[in-house]
């Protein structure tokens, strides 16, 4: 199992700062199936990054994700209130899928 | 548009089974394999498995194989999620998801809060 290790636990940033998220697998990943999700609390997750870097229909430009092999990026850039919420990475190339922990990107 | 609409809360005693709906529209049903994923109060996501609707083939996560079925109705576009011999931690949100090869879950339900408690 691969298991994905992200950090920091908690981000705490300022409106119009950059976020970088970071996450690190167990053994290496195919960057075709590595996916960031953005999800706020008592909702369903929202798909934001797949094949490590392509932005999923109706993502901002801002958001953008980079890294091969184990080590994995999720950047923000001028942070928008909106995108402060929880994101998770999640490898989906091998069996059984997994997801990291997840980061809290939260307002300062 | 593409949707996935499941049942409602559910709440369980231990030792029960509980089965979550998804029901798919806006696409070929048959077309996309369904995942179940589920993630406890205040915690992260674990994948339970996924069901190819066109065939009702099946792959478990090794953690619940024994204890989980999936299956499908395809004249009405719904898969289904039964999880037996329910634990309290097995209180979770259940979500199913539209699993795509390159695109992972792009589409996901709106979830399902089961709580076991006696």
């Known amino acids: 199992e691969i298991v994905l290790t992200q950090s920091p636990g908690t981000l705490s940033l300022s409106p119009g700062e950059t976020a970088t998220l970071s996450c690190r697998a167990s053994?290496?990943?195919?960057?075709?199936?590595l996916a960031w999700f953005q999800q706020k609390p008592g909702q369903a997750p929202r798909l934001v990054i797949y094949g490590a870097s392509s932005r999923a229909t109706g993502v901002p430009d801002r958001f953008s994700g980079s890294g091969s092999g184990t080590d994995f990026t999720l950047t923000i850039s001028r942070l928008e209130p909106e995108d402060f919420a929880f994101y998770y990475c999640?490898?989906?190339?091998?069996?059984?899928?997994?997801f990291g922990q997840g980061t809290r990107l939260d307002i300062k | 548009q593409v949707q996935l609409v499941q049942s409602g809360a559910e709440v369980k005693k231990p030792g029960a089974s509980v089965k979550v709906s998804c029901k798919a529209s806006?696409?070929?049903?048959?077309?996309?394999?369904l995942h179940w994923v589920r993630q406890a109060p205040g915690q992260g996501f674990e994948w339970m498995g996924w069901i190819i609707p066109n065939s009702g083939g099946t792959t478990y996560s090794r953690k619940f194989q024994g204890w989980v079925t999936m299956t499908r109705d395809t004249s009405i576009s719904t898969a289904y999620m039964e999880l037996r011999s329910l634990k309290s931690d097995d209180t979770a949100v259940y979500y199913c998801a539209r699993g795509d090869v390159l695109k992972t879950y792009e589409y996901w339900g709106q979830g399902t809060l089961v709580t076991v408690s006696s």
């Open positions: 053994q290496s990943v195919s960057s075709i199936y």
């Open positions: 999640q490898q989906y190339g091998s069996s059984p899928i997994t």
């Open positions: 806006g696409y070929n049903f048959n077309d996309y394999y």
